[in-house]
Structure formats: structure tokens, C-alpha cells
């Protein structure tokens, strides 16, 4: 059986790529990742085991032609024999610390097996695979769990979702071993400075110990060892870490040799005069000398002996630090050493700086000497991961290996980091240091003398980025210094510094200071920064850029768009929760081009999260949420940010010819109806006497079984008359007639609340309400009737969430002035006559709007759908699967598909579909569509029993016509999701054009709406391509 038979059966019966595109990747980003692999894993185990040698290792890419840098969806190690389970349990190990992929895939001769690497190894446990395959059942079974498209669309890991634990990571682990070991440190009387030093050195000393040349030696081996035995700096010989740290004076003088050797940042005694730096050295050694007990904990630690608050032993041993990739240490150990929780800096997942990079310093170039700036660069997991791609353009720009001398030379001329957190710093250089000794074969640390370079308070500045007395980001002095400046910018409420305040005042930036927010500003001096036609790419937040409405939000956006070209904003509101621990605030990448504003478009990206655990190893964004905005459209309002955020140009378009029309926002400027928010209390420095013993509706939901009318019967008395002493003194909007409107969102109504207040029988006053709620009196009660339809019907949820940034964005809660702008029904008598129930209301206010279907289509798919979706988990309609059968789901989508096709070219136009239906439960993850154009093939719809092989074949071949377009970008139809493909069925030996759709088997990509939406784009495909062959004429 020749070697590759069982992967190439994969790729000819699984639809696998073929196995040199997982050993050598086309994409440039899958390329480095496979050479990472082959690099990191392959080279130790061919080296190292025996039954091992020859092995091939690469890496399963979901898209292997593109050029991005997404983590790929497994390690792939074949060998060319069966391995013993101890061999399997060393490569499990090393798979799970290289920490990029969530799968491990093992190829023998006759087996292949599936393993996750989200599940920490256990030393006298052989790990469980999830799935294996032999060659006689692959040979039999085309369909089944290891399909291609079960990999690629994310089915397989969401089947399988409790192997597949985020919290099991390399990462994860590590960092929780960390903040124990530091946590029972401080316990015990160690500062939190010392105790990131320390381990920070350990990291490095233990990766010396793993790391090794070509010939398997170590770079801390037995000779060197040794030779500080001879030389009478160590006592003794030893073969570890851990037994050197049992004796203290060894251990200090281990660290001062590594300082003499490599210079740097890691150690202390980096005064100006010898004195100064044997004072700090003794300063660190006087106060871990303390207490012996510090470095017994530390040993223990790195044994596995050290005892976790879970009871468990910790996971060092099973590290591999000579495969864990280094940036990941410095994203680890930057969250791990952040003081800044809740103050909306987070550490960047690996995958989103990755993406970033991806669009302004991609791989596939040889421009190298590029000068890179993150002014606020944390752990430096920004730079550091620039740095390894300056590295792999120089090597690829001068076809050769790059040299110490190099490396050194580009730290020290290329790039410029900035923190206002000393610690992190620090953090940031030990990055550095670790990624260029990667790049280096351990041979040469010792013979030509490795030196690294002084990097703190040179190239990494523990400085406020706003200061102007410091070379290197001075406004003024160094204008135009870089080529690229990027990071991810730390934002919130009042996170404004004194020195930025000066710097927005010299600037004329002050009148965009909205809430104290510091982050915009980050932008504003980067461009000063950057050369002509240079980048900047920053996180940023969402809230202040995209969905805020205030007249300093609109000041920010309008010279933002004005002095500079913005080329994409990537709004990240939908994956809030995966990206960032414990963090709600929703945050953007916009990417800048210092050149002048051309009054061009913006593409504007809102990925969505597609499946359990997505959000945590990827970005991706599928066809229907690529947006292109014009400039003129931003700088009017940023309305059409908002809806396109969970909508559509249909849906933007209605909105803005809803807004048009009447308002409670409106009626108010007329003086036909008064509003305010209800009574807040806040410091309670004002008394008022008039609202003492009147009605109040101050609980958080409206009283059980309130619909149409609030009783005052079920209120309380008021008898608390203070106040915030802001707190407004006109109480109109409290008198009768009057409705109270809840601010929020309710989740089990799934729609807003409003009430009309009774009459109460003591007169005309009307009642009071809390500040969570809005109080509206209107002259005429029939005002009233048509707002209270408005506001609890389906409208008021989908205007608002395509109107209200708080809402759009992550906050149920409205405020007051997006509220009023509600569109209402012009008032009528008796507009409530014979309301009942939620659905009569939907329907009354469908029939007083007279909206077409298309338009009442919009407005139920995204209440019925893209709510749920947005403000729910898993269980939602939308991420549900389709329903075989009758297909009532694709047969809908065809329908409105069908009709758009025909008003936009005639109702005389032959158009049908064809539904394709597996016949059985061996259904795949995706769903296939064609619509047939001009020909009539059957009538309307027809549903075409397909088996799953023959399916998975003609997906095969639409997937070859789909790489065929034009614009494909390399990009297949499972990598890419949703897919159009353009072709021809032979019918009667007619050619009929025919648009095949290729999407996943969720609810959501099937709905009405979509179809809508789909039909326009095919619109607009035709009539460029006539217009393309007309003037071809």
C-alpha cells in the first residue's frame, strides 16, 4: 500500500483536501502554520521516537489555497507504521501544547483516528479518540461523521462540544496554573512584581532546558551544565530546573550567568553603574531569601507537585515549551499580569490579531523593513507577532535562513511599543526575547554569543502614549515615522487621561471626548504618526464609533471619515461574550489609511457567532454580512451602520422611510404630547411635595396581567417625596391621559411594554412611575391608542433594533430619546377595538401601516429569527436545522426568491426550483438549492431526492465550477458557507442557466428575508453581466 493511501482515500471519499495541501499548503497562511507544525512537532518526534521516523506532520486547513492565517482545524501526523500507545501519548502531548488546532489527526497504515486537543494529557492515561476510520470502512461509507463539510462547517466539533472544551486548552490550563502558583506565592508574603519576574524567568530557563538543535541536544545540556560546574558557578551537576531552584545560591547564580549571556530585560542589575546593579540584584535576592520557602513552591510547581485549590496537581511537566508557539506565552502571560479588568482592556485572542495583521502585513510579501508602532502594546502580542512576520518576509526576500545580527537589528530599529503598565512591559520584552531565540538554532546561543538587546525604556516605553516629551511618538517631531501602527486601544468611561486631554485640546480632537473615553484618540495621533499611505488597524469600541448617536459620536465619526480614508470597520458586537472574558462592552477593528478622504465607500464586516466555541478560535465572515457603506451615508448619521449590523439594504431602506413619518418624537415638538422619564431618586437632595400619596408603578415589570390598561388598583402610594436633586419639577407628562412605557426589553414578552394608565377615581391626576420607565400624556387619547399598538407590536423590536445603537449593540435597555422615535400609525377612534392578543395587535399594525409583504416579511423574520438569535444561545429557531419532509423552510425561501426574480424581470419569466432532499437520517450539514432560470424545467418547486453520496458528489463538482468564478479568491464553497455558484443543467439538451445555493443547514440562512436578499443580489449579477456583454458589443 503505497504511504499515502489511506489520506489520499480521504480526499477521493471524504473530500479531504488532497495531502499535499495538508503538507504543503498553497495559502500562505496555512503554509506558515504547517511549517510551524512540521517545525515544532514533526522534527521531535522523528528525532526522538522511534517509531516515528519518517513521519510526515502538517495540518488540516479549512481553507488551504487562502492566504489567511486562520487556526487550523487539526494536526495531522502520518506514520508509516502502527504506533504503541507510548508513542501516542507523546504526540497527544506535543499536540496539545502546540495549542493552535482543536484536533489532532493520527494516520497509520490501516487506521485513522481523531483526537481533540482540548482535553489536558494524562501520564498514565492513553487518551480516547473520538472518531476512527479504517480503510475498509472508509471504502464503504462515503457519508459519515468525518466528511469534509461535517469538518469545515463546524458540525463535527459542535457534535461533539464536550470534547471540545475551551477551558481544556493549553492555554487555558497554563494560565490557570499561573495565577495559582502566583496566588499561593503572594500568600506566603511574595510581592506580585517579584513573583511575574520570576516565573517569567523560569518560562525562559525551562525552554532552554527543552529547546534543541538538529542533533537533539538541549540548549541548557549536560556539557554546559557541566562547564558551570568547572568554572565554579554552579555547585554541583543537575539534570533539571526544579533540583536547581532546592538550592538558592545555585539558582542566583544560574541567573546571573543567563544575564551575562543574553543580556536583556529578564533579570535585575540593569542600573548605569556596577554598584546600582548589584544593589537590585540584592534587592530581589534579600527578598526571596525571605523565606526558603519560595523556591521549594516554585520547584514543586514545575515537578507537577504543586497542589491546586481543585486538589488536582498542576500541569507543568506536560508542557512542551520548545512547542508552544511564543506569542501564545506572551497573550497567556500578558492576561495573567493585567491589572485592568473591567476597565475594557482584555488580552487580544491570537486569532484576531492574527486577522488584523492578515489585512495590512500579510505573509506573502518581501517587504521587510517596515518601522511598526503599538501604542498601547501590553504584552507586545501586536509586535510580537509582527516581528515573526518581518522575520518570515526577510528570510523569504533573501532566500536564506535570518541571522542573529538581523534579528537583534530589527528589534532595535523596526518597532516601538508603548504601555502606561510598567508590568506590562516587561511582559512585552520577555516576548520578544523568546520569539527571537526561536529563531535561532540553540547551537549558536552559546558559540556566537547571542546578545539581546536592552528593549525597555528604548524600544518599549512604560509611558502615557499621550506625552510629548518622549522621542519616538512625539506628535510634532516624529510625524511620519511609521509605516504601520496597530494594537488594541483600552477604552471606558472617564479611561481619559490629563495627558490626552491636552493633546485632544492642542489638536482639536476636545469636542469628540464623549463619556471620557480615551480609546478614539488612540486613532487621531496614530495618523500624525504614520507615514503618507501608511496603516493603522486598532480595536476599538464599538459603542463610541458605530452605535453611540450623541453630537460628539457624530463629531468623532465626521473628522475621523473627513482627514482620513477609512477602508473597513469590522464590528465584533455579536461575538462580545467569546472574545473577551468577562467582558460585555462591544468593541470594532477600523483600519485607516493616512491619506486623504476620497468620499469613497467603507466595507463594513459584522461577523456572527455560527456555532458553540467559534468565537473562540475564529473569525468568520460570511457573505451576508459584507456591507459596503458610502462615506456620505456615515458622516448623515450613523444609522446605516446600525442596520446593517443585523439587517439588510431592504431593511435599512424601510427604516429610513419609517422614520419619515410620525413619532411620539415628533407630536412632542408640537406640543401634542409631553414625555420624561420617571422619578429617580439618585442623592435625594430635593423634595417635592407634589408627588407625595399618588400612584406609582415603581417595581422593575409592569403588575401580572397588565395588557392594554394599568390599574392604578394595583399600584402603591407614594410617600417618599425626595428626589435626585437633577431631577426634573415638571410633572406633565404624569398627568391623564397618560402611558407608561417600559425602557427595556422583555424577555419573556420577547417584545417592549407599554400600558394606557385608568383613570383614576380620585380626578384627573395621573400616575407616577420609576425612572426604568417613560411616561407619555398626550392632549388626545387617541395618540395614545396608536402608540400603545406601536410600541407592543413586532415594529417597535425591529425599528428599534435597526435604529437604537444600545439596543443593536448588547443593552436591552433604550434610551429615552430612540424610544420616542418609534414610527406610530396616524391616530384614528377606536384604534384598540377588539385587541386581544399580541397577534392582534402584530396585525392591526401591519394593516394601519399598509406594509407589503415583502416589507412585513423583514419585520417578522428578524423578530421571529435574528432577535432570538442575537439575544438568545443554542437553542434559538434560527440555529436550528431545517425541516426535510415537506420542507416548509426552503420551500418559502424559494417562493420570495422566486417572485423577486419575477418582479424585477417580468411575471412571464419561467423560474422554478429544486429543493435536494437526502432520503434518509444521514443528513449532511448543509442544504442545497437550485433556481432555474427563464426554462421551465417543472413547475414552481420541486423537492429532488438525492442520496448522500450522490450529493457530496455534485457539491464536489459545484465546489470545482465555484473556484472556477471570477472573484472566488480561492475560497471553496464549505470554507466560505454560503455560496452562489453560477452553471447550467441540460434539460431536453437545452442549456438552462441555473444558480445553485450552497448554505448551511440552520433556519437562519432559509428564512423568507433571505431569500429576498439572495434574489436581489442574483438582480443585480444579471443586470451587470448584460450590461458587461453590451458594451463588449
Known amino acids: 500500500m503505497s504511504k499515502s493511501s489511506l489520506l489520499e482515500l480521504t480526499h477521493q471519499r471524504l ?14 497562511g496555512p503554509m506558515v502554520y504547517a511549517r510551524l507544525a512540521d517545525e515544532k512537532i514533526g522534527n521531535k518526534i522523528r528525532r526522538e521516537l522511534e517509531e516515528a521516523k519518517g513521519a510526515r506532520v502538517g495540518i488540516l486547513a479549512a481553507n488551504p489555497l487562502g492566504d489567511a492565517t486562520e487556526s487550523p482545524l487539526a494536526v495531522v501526523c502520518e506514520f508509516f507504521r502502527p504506533i504503541s500507545d507510548n508513542t501516542l501519548k507523546e504526540i497527544y502531548r506535543l499536540a496539545w501544547s502546540f495549542s493552535r488546532t482543536r484536533a489532532l489527526v493520527t494516520v497509520e497504515p490501516q487506521l485513522l483516528r481523531v483526537w481533540s486537543c482540548c482535553e489536558p494529557p494524562e501520564p498514565s492515561k492513553v487518551p480516547s479518540p473520538i472518531e ?93 551544565i557541566q562547564d558551570l560546574v568547572n568554572t565554579n558557578i554552579l555547585s554541583k551537576a543537575y539534570d533539571n530546573l526544579p533540583d536547581i531552584l532546592e538550592n538558592f545560591e545555585d539558582t542566583y547564580q544560574l541567573f546571573r550567568w543567563l544575564n551575562h549571556k543574553f543580556n536583556g530585560d529578564l533579570f535585575p542589575g540593569k542600573g548605569n553603574t556596577e554598584e546600582e546593579r548589584e544593589q537590585e540584584w540584592q534587592a530581589e535576592m534579600d527578598k526571596v531569601r525571605e523565606k526558603n520557602s519560595y523556591f521549594k513552591k516554585l520547584a514543586d510547581f514545575i515537578r507537577g507537585d504543586l497542589e491546586l485549590k481543585t486538589g488536582q496537581l498542576c500541569l507543568w511537566p506536560m508542557y512542551s515549551f520548545d512547542v508552544i508557539p511564543l506569542e501564545f506565552i506572551s497573550s497567556v502571560y500578558e492576561e495573567f499580569v493585567s491589572k485592568k479588568e473591567g476597565q475594557g482592556v482584555h488580552y487580544t485572542p491570537e486569532f484576531i490579531v492574527d486577522f488584523i495583521l492578515d489585512g495590512v502585513l500579510p505573509w506573502d510579501d518581501e517587504e521587510w523593513d517596515l518601522k511598526i508602532l503599538d501604542p498601547a502594546c501590553g504584552s507586545g502580542i501586536f509586535l510580537v507577532k509582527a516581528y515573526q512576520r518581518l522575520i518570515y518576509r526577510w528570510e523569504k526576500a533573501h532566500n536564506k535562513n535570518i541571522t542573529s545580527d538581523i534579528l537583534k537589528s530589527l528589534l532595535e530599529n523596526n518597532f516601538l511599543g508603548v504601555d502606561i503598565d510598567r508590568e506590562a512591559i516587561r511582559v512585552a520584552s520577555f516576548s520578544f526575547y523568546l520569539m527571537m531565540l526561536d529563531n535561532i538554532d540553540p547551537r549558536n546561543y552559546w558559540e556566537n554569543e547571542v546578545k539581546f538587546p536592552t528593549l525597555r525604556n528604548k524600544k518599549l516605553i512604560a509611558a502615557d502614549f499621550f506625552a510629548e516629551d518622549i522621542e519616538g511618538f ?208 439618585g442623592n435625594r437632595k430635593k423634595i417635592n411635595n407634589d408627588i407625595l400619596n399618588k400612584y ?13 390598561y394599568l390599574d392604578p388598583k394595583n399600584l402603591s402610594i407614594n410617600h417618599d417625596l425626595r428626589t435626585h436633586s437633577r431631577d426634573s419639577t415638571d410633572f406633565t407628562a404624569f398627568n391623564y391621559p397618560q402611558m407608561i412605557l417600559k425602557q427595556s426589553w422583555q424577555t419573556k414578552q420577547k417584545r417592549f411594554q407599554s400600558a394606557i394608565g385608568k383613570k383614576p377615581i380620585n380626578g384627573n391626576q395621573g400616575l407616577l412611575c420609576s425612572k426604568s420607565y417613560v411616561s407619555i400624556h398626550a392632549k388626545a387619547v387617541q395618540i395614545l391608542e396608536s402608540a400603545w399598538l ?53 396585525q392591526r399594525i401591519r394593516e394601519f401601516f399598509e406594509f407589503k409583504d415583502s416589507e412585513w ?177
Open 474 to 681: 512625539r506628535t510634532e517631531e516624529d510625524s511620519g515615522t511609521y509605516d504601520l501602527v496597530l494594537g488594541n486601544a483600552p477604552w471606558g468611561k472617564n479611561s481619559i487621561t490629563k495627558k490626552a486631554k491636552e493633546w485632544t485640546k492642542k489638536y482639536n480632537w476636545n469636542d469628540c471626548i464623549s463619556y471620557g473615553n480615551i480609546a478614539p484618540f488612540f486613532l487621531s495621533k496614530a495618523v500624525k504618526l504614520t507615514k503618507d499611505n501608511g496603516y493603522i488597524s486598532m480595536m476599538q469600541p464599538a459603542g463610541t464609533l458605530i452605535f453611540n448617536q450623541g453630537d460628539k459620536n457624530q463629531q468623532l465619526r465626521f473628522k475621523l471619515f473627513s482627514e482620513t480614508k477609512v477602508s473597513e470597520i469590522v464590528d465584533l458586537s455579536a461575538l462580545r461574550f467569546g472574545l473577551f472574558k468577562n467582558a460585555i462592552s462591544p468593541t470594532c477593528i477600523i483600519t485607516l489609511e493616512n491619506i486623504a478622504s476620497n468620499n469613497d465607500s467603507v466595507l463594513y464586516l459584522c461577523p456572527k457567532i455560527l456555532y458553540k466555541n467559534q468565537s473562540s478560535y475564529s473569525l468568520v465572515i460570511e457573505p451576508q454580512n459584507i456591507h459596503w457603506v458610502q462615506y456620505h451615508e456615515i458622516l448623515q448619521s450613523n444609522k446605516v451602520l446600525i442596520a446593517l449590523t443585523w439587517g439588510n439594504r431592504r431593511d435599512f431602506q424601510l427604516i429610513k422611510r419609517l422614520s419619515q413619518g410620525l413619532s411620539l418624537n415628533k407630536l412632542e415638538q408640537q406640543e401634542e404630547v409631553f414625555t420624561r422619564q420617571g422619578i429617580t431618586r
Open 790 to 842: 406601536s410600541y407592543n407590536s413586532i415594529l417597535a423590536v425591529y425599528y428599534l433594533l435597526l435604529s437604537s445603537g444600545t439596543f443593536a449593540s448588547y443593552i436591552p435597555k433604550v434610551g429615552v430619546a430612540d424610544l420616542l422615535k418609534v414610527p406610530i400609525p396616524e391616530p384614528k377612534e377606536n384604534m384598540l377595538e377588539g385587541i386581544e392578543t399580541y397577534e392582534d395587535v402584530d
Open 132 to 224: 476512527e476510520i479504517n480503510q475498509a470502512s472508509l471504502s464503504e461509507q462515503a457519508a459519515n461523521a468525518l466528511q469534509w463539510v461535517e469538518l469545515v462547517s463546524g458540525e463535527f466539533f459542535e457534535k461533539h462540544n464536550d470534547r471540545f472544551q475551551r477551558s481544556g486548552a493549553a492555554d487555558q490550563k497554563l494560565l490557570e496554573n499561573l495565577k495559582e502558583v502566583r496566588k499561593q506565592l503572594i500568600d506566603e508574603g511574595l510581592d506580585s512584581g517579584t513573583i511575574h519576574d520570576l516565573l517569567a524567568r523560569l518560562i525562559f530557563t525551562q525552554y532552554l532546558f527543552q529547546k534543541k538543535d538538529v542533533d537533539g541536544n538541549p540548549a541548557l545540556n549536560r556539557e554546559i
Open 696 to 708: 406609582i408603578l415603581q417595581e422593575k415589570k409592569f403588575p401580572k396581567d397588565t395588557f392594554l
Open 15 to 28: 473530500y479531504w483536501p488532497p495531502p499535499h495541501q495538508i503538507w504543503q499548503p498553497s495559502g500562505a
Open 857 to 1033: 416579511t423583514l419585520i417578522e423574520d428578524l423578530f421571529n429569527y435574528t432577535l432570538p438569535d442575537f439575544k438568545g444561545d443554542t437553542s434559538s429557531p434560527s440555529r436550528q436545522r431545517t425541516q426535510r419532509n415537506d420542507e416548509p423552510e426552503l420551500t418559502q425561501y424559494c417562493d420570495y426568491f422566486i417572485r423577486v426574480i419575477k418582479a424585477s424581470f417580468g411575471e412571464d419569466k419561467d423560474v422554478c426550483a429544486t429543493i435536494y432532499q437526502e432520503p434518509d437520517n444521514h443528513y449532511l450539514p448543509v442544504r442545497l438549492v437550485a433556481i432555474h432560470l427563464n426554462h421551465p424545467i417543472h413547475e414552481g418547486i420541486k423537492i429532488e431526492i438525492i442520496d448522500s453520496e450522490n450529493l457530496l458528489k455534485r457539491l464536489n463538482k459545484l465546489n470545482e465550477v465555484f473556484l472556477n468564478q471570477p472573484n472566488s479568491e480561492q475560497e471553496g464553497i464549505y470554507y466560505q458557507r454560503v455560496a452562489r455558484v453560477y452553471d447550467s443543467v441540460t434539460w431536453n439538451d437545452i442549456k438552462v442557466p441555473t444558480v445553485y445555493f450552497i448554505k448551511p443547514d440552520k433556519v437562519r440562512y432559509w428564512t423568507r428575508s433571505m431569500g429576498l436578499r439572495d434574489a436581489d443580489e442574483v438582480c443585480a449579477d444579471i443586470r451587470i453581466a448584460g450590461q458587461q456583454i453590451n458594451s463588449t458589443k
